[in-house]
């Protein structure tokens, strides 16, 4: 049923349309309850409006993610790779996902280890993957049932096998068997990551298929002593940039 | 004191007292049995792997005086941790673990203890599909419970031919020729291979089994329920 | 007032519920997951308990199956708010109202705050 993105490995499309819609209840439902607030308390000023903004967006941004790894998988024979800087992408999805963290209540931190040159890859496509994984794995983090704090880290560093870009965070059950096993239940159990989230974990997948695109699918890694979902991509041998 | 040692899955806990609980197992060769665990009563860790849902461990108790025992130590022998993965799975599995424990009331068989293991693996399995699973196990309940269905002869006693149809006959509990029954030879042999004593996987080789499944699978839980009224 | 135990894994979502809630008087604790929540029923019992099914970990029918052992909290009320319809969750709906004593389902998406708030106080009212 549906059209296959990626027979090897991947999300079929149908799958992870089921998962982003599955997903997308949570977030509106918070609009939905928020805008309510005021109505039912008599209080207007107890509607969080700067919730409900940050709330739609990470709901678009699932949407427009979801739709641009349909595109990128369509067109990956022949998808046009460019020089982009991870450290910069990193640090422009730290900053979008910065109020949405603060709103969860999980501390947001970016870690470039080291200097390294542009890596080739789709860049609207590097942003929306760690977008995607991060507005994931915050929400993740902030329904973890542990104590202690709670921190979520986008980091890159560079590895003899190329640059690798991640969110880290405490996933103590995050490990890549399950991670590939999640893989295959997309579409067929309701969480597919239970262990990690809640929810049916689009973004996870989203960021998946948007990575795959390119050659670079996301893999359990570890940062820090942290777990997380990364991805590595090849340094670029066109320009460098200091 | 005589120690018993044997495999058991738990079918439920009550608790008693201020800090025991009675536990419900069921085993292979000593049947259902409800041992008194001591003080094991909030006890932070009780969720901790959720060893005691779906899982199959090794118990040693004590028989007692009565109809309770003492248990000694547990040891985890298997957890079906994926069961748990999937809402649906799980609501099934506990679904099954209450049908058993319900027709387990006397002294059970063996069998019934193989019976909920295979339906622990085959839940755990993603492969199968949980309405596989959940046909398979009531088409076993009702062979171990001696309710099998009569399919290989009609109403009549003639043997079932494989062009005709045929309508179930409750009454009979077996196939009555009908001109435009619902049950044709692929149906019936279906349901034979669901009545055999095997795992669920084993189902999974037939053709079209989807389609098959939606076609018998109505029929033996309306057998279960009739054998429940 | 009664004291009410929200297990919701989605934190802003139980910051609106809880407010919610709140507003008419109750006293309401959260919890994100199963474990959470037996520990914080035995720290304090709850006159009500408002459960998602889908939670990190543990499921919600783990934690039923959990809460509904100890006969002391067999009989609390526990009204189930989650994101699964009707339809996914029929072939277990009885073992749910039979076997773990779910008196109400809702479906979080369509169960504005009002509706919450009513439910809530007439499992309350039942039990009081």
């Given at each position: 049923m549906g059209k296959v993105v990626d027979g090897v490995g991947g999300v079929r499309a149908d799958s992870l349309l089921l998962s982003v819609a599955e997903h997308l209840k949570v977030p509106l439902t918070t609009i939905?309850?928020?805008?309510?607030?005021?109505?039912?308390?008599?209080?207007?000023?107890?509607?969080?409006?700067?919730?409900?903004?940050?709330?739609?967006?990470?709901?678009?941004?699932?949407?427009?993610?979801?739709l641009l790894g349909l595109e990128l998988m369509s067109k990956q024979a022949s998808l046009e790779l460019e020089p982009v800087s991870v450290s910069?992408?990193?640090?422009?999805?730290?900053?979008?996902?910065?109020?949405?963290?603060?709103?969860?209540?999980?501390?947001?931190?970016?870690?470039?280890?080291?200097?390294?040159?542009?890596?080739?890859?789709?860049?609207?496509?590097?942003?929306?993957?760690l977008?995607?994984?991060?507005?994931?794995?915050?929400?993740?983090?902030?329904?973890?049932?542990?104590?202690?704090?709670?921190?979520?880290?986008?980091?890159?560093?560079?590895?003899?096998?190329?640059?690798?870009?991640?969110?880290?965070?405490?996933?103590?059950?995050?490990?890549?068997?399950?991670?590939?096993?999640?893989?295959?239940?997309?579409?067929?159990?309701r969480q597919p990551l239970t262990n990690l989230m809640p929810g049916s974990g689009a973004g996870l997948f989203v960021a998946d298929t948007i990575m795959r695109s390119m050659n670079a699918q996301l893999r359990v890694g570890r940062y820090q002593q942290q777990r997380g979902l990364a991805t590595t991509l090849k340094p670029s041998s066109q320009l460098q940039f200091v | 004191m005589n120690q018993i040692v044997t495999d058991g899955i738990?079918?439920?806990?009550?608790?008693?007292?201020?800090?025991?609980?009675?536990?419900?197992?069921?085993?292979?060769?000593?049947?259902?049995?409800?041992?008194?665990?001591?003080?094991?009563?909030?006890?932070?860790?009780?969720?901790?792997?959720?060893?005691?849902?779906?899982?199959?461990?090794?118990?040693?108790?004590?028989?007692?005086?009565?109809?309770?025992?003492?248990?000694?130590?547990?040891?985890l022998v298997k957890h079906y941790g994926h069961i748990v993965e999937d809402l649906d799975r799980t609501m099934l599995g506990y679904e099954l673990i209450k049908q058993l424990n319900k027709a387990t009331e006397d002294h059970p068989e063996p069998d019934y203890f193989n019976l909920l293991h295979r339906a622990f693996e085959a839940l755990d399995d993603f492969s199968i599909p949980l309405d596989l699973v959940h046909f398979w196990f009531i088409a076993q309940l009702l062979r171990l419970n001696g309710h099998t269905p009569n399919?290989?002869?009609?109403?009549?006693?003639?043997?079932?031919?494989?062009?005709?149809?045929?309508?179930?006959?409750?009454?009979?509990?077996?196939?009555?020729?009908?001109?435009?029954?619902?049950?044709?030879?692929?149906?019936?042999?279906?349901?034979?291979?669901?009545?055999?004593?095997?795992?669920?996987?084993?189902?999974?080789?037939?053709?079209?089994?989807?389609?098959?499944?939606?076609?018998?699978?109505?029929?033996?839980?309306?057998?279960?329920?009739?054998?429940?009224? | 007032m009664a004291h009410i135990l929200l297990i919701e894994p989605n934190t802003v979502l139980a910051e609106t519920y809880t407010q919610a809630l709140q507003h008419v008087g109750h006293s309401v604790v959260v919890v994100t997951g199963a474990q959470a929540a037996v520990d914080a029923a035995d720290k304090q019992t709850p006159d009500i308990v408002i459960a998602e099914l889908h939670l990190p970990g543990h499921s919600g029918i783990e934690f039923l199956?959990?809460?509904?052992?100890?006969?002391?909290?067999?009989?609390?009320?526990?009204?189930?708010?989650?994101?699964l319809t009707a339809a996914q969750l029929a072939?277990?709906?009885?073992?749910?109202?039979?076997?773990?004593?779910?008196?109400?389902?809702?479906?979080?998406?369509?169960?504005?705050?009002?509706?919450?708030?009513?439910?809530?106080?007439?499992?309350?009212?039942?039990?009081?």
């Open positions: 939905a309850r928020q805008a309510e607030l005021g109505q039912l308390t008599g209080q207007a000023e107890l509607i969080d409006a700067a919730a409900i903004r940050t709330q739609a967006v990470a709901a678009l941004t699932l949407v427009d993610s979801y910069s992408t990193l640090v422009d999805a730290a900053h979008d996902l910065e109020q949405f963290a603060r709103q969860y209540r999980v501390e947001l931190e970016v870690s470039i280890g080291g200097k390294f040159g542009p890596v080739m890859c789709h860049p609207n496509g590097l942003r929306a993957a977008l995607s994984l991060g507005f994931a794995l915050v929400e993740a983090q902030a329904s973890q049932d542990m104590q202690g704090p709670r921190r979520v880290v986008l980091a890159t560093h560079r590895t003899p096998l190329g640059i690798v870009a991640g969110v880290y965070g405490r996933y103590e059950a995050l490990n890549s068997e399950r991670w590939r096993a999640a893989l295959g239940l997309v579409g067929t159990a | 738990i079918l439920s806990r009550t608790d008693y007292g201020e800090a025991d609980r009675i536990l419900t197992l069921l085993t292979p060769d000593h049947g259902k049995l409800r041992l008194m665990a001591k003080g094991v009563r909030r006890v932070k860790s009780k969720l901790a792997g959720g060893i005691e849902l779906f899982s199959v461990s090794t118990i040693t108790y004590v028989k007692g005086r009565g109809e309770v025992g003492t248990l000694v130590s547990t040891r399919l290989q002869t009609d109403v009549d006693g003639h043997k079932l031919q494989a062009g005709a149809l045929y309508e179930f006959d409750f009454e009979a509990m077996c196939f009555r020729q009908h001109p435009s029954g619902h049950f044709g030879a692929t149906q019936v042999k279906f349901l034979r291979l669901g009545f055999t004593d095997h795992v669920a996987k084993t189902l999974m080789q037939i053709k079209g089994i989807t389609t098959l499944l939606a076609e018998v699978a109505p029929l033996v839980q309306k057998i279960q329920q009739f054998y429940k009224h | 199956h959990e809460f509904r052992s100890y006969t002391e909290w067999t009989d609390i009320p526990v009204v189930l708010n989650t994101t072939p277990g709906v009885n073992a749910l109202h039979r076997d773990l004593g779910i008196r109400e389902v809702l479906y979080k998406p369509r169960t504005s705050l009002q509706d919450l708030v009513r439910v809530a106080r007439e499992y309350i009212a039942a039990v009081a």
